[in-house]
């Protein structure tokens, strides 16, 4: 069974830094390209960052660029997202999702709460 | 790149039938058919319902169809039912500018 499980979120001041993980089981996850995206409070879905499968490719959103980092680790099975300089609209619920190629996303985790707030 | 733009409510009855459109530019949806769309119930992560503008991912109804046209593609819901009460977001590929973009999201109430 595919799962993804975030971790990592909580409260943070503005300007702060957080990083997110992402734990993958179930499947080979060295052969998946994934993503996060994101979610504000009452809002809608947001693309936020990709990573390609070797790792050697990755895409942000223009919100975000600059300011956060995607990662992988496949031999843990693992995707990351590091977080600096953090602004209050960039509290949200964040999505690890798995990418079908260019089909869209066929698996998501259950999420973690991003908090900017002083 | 600006998201895809969809009604922000519609509504039926069960067992009619609804649609949700969603508009982007030739850059997105218009330029790749590789349109998707999501369920979303509240407090739960999204679904997908439809990938590659029309195809069902297995276990999803076929009461669930999509389809597109120029920049528009769109979701129907055939036979409503109540669990199909949710929020519904399509997404599509943008190619290398912002690799994807995904609607506002439709808020579906069935009545």
């Known amino acids: 069974e595919v799962q993804l499980v975030e971790s990592g979120g909580g409260l943070v001041q503005p300007g702060g830094s957080l990083r997110l993980s992402c734990a993958a089981s179930?499947?080979?996850?060295?052969?998946?390209?994934m993503n996060w995206v994101r979610q504000a409070p009452g809002k809608g879905l947001e693309w936020v960052s990709y990573?390609?499968?070797?790792?050697?490719?990755?895409d942000y959103a223009d919100p975000v660029k600059g300011r956060f980092t995607i990662s992988r680790d496949n031999a843990k099975n693992s995707l990351h997202l590091q977080m600096n300089s953090l602004r209050a609209e960039d509290t949200a619920v964040y999505y690890c999702?798995?990418?079908?190629?260019?089909?869209?996303?066929?698996?998501w985790g259950p999420g973690t709460l991003v908090a900017v707030s002083s | 790149q600006s998201a895809l733009t969809q009604p922000r409510s519609v509504s039926g009855s069960p067992g009619q039938s609804v649609t949700i459109s969603c508009t982007g530019t030739?850059?997105?949806?218009?330029?790749?058919?590789?349109v998707s769309w999501y369920q979303q119930h509240p407090g739960k992560a999204p679904k997908v319902m439809i990938y590659?503008?029309?195809l069902r991912p297995s276990g999803v109804p076929d009461r669930f169809s999509g389809s597109k046209s120029g920049n528009t593609a769109s979701l129907t819901i055939s036979g409503l039912q109540a669990e199909d009460e949710a929020d519904y977001y399509c997404?599509?590929?943008?190619?290398?500018?912002?690799?994807?973009?995904f609607g506002g999201g439709t808020k579906l109430t069935v009545l």
């Open positions: 997404c599509s590929h943008a190619g290398s500018y912002s690799h994807w973009v």
């Open positions: 030739s850059t997105d949806v218009g330029g790749y058919d590789y």
């Open positions: 179930g499947f080979t996850f060295s052969h998946y390209e």
């Open positions: 999702a798995r990418e079908r190629s260019t089909s869209g996303f066929d698996f």
């Open positions: 590659d503008v029309t």
């Open positions: 990573i390609s499968r070797s790792g050697d490719n990755r």
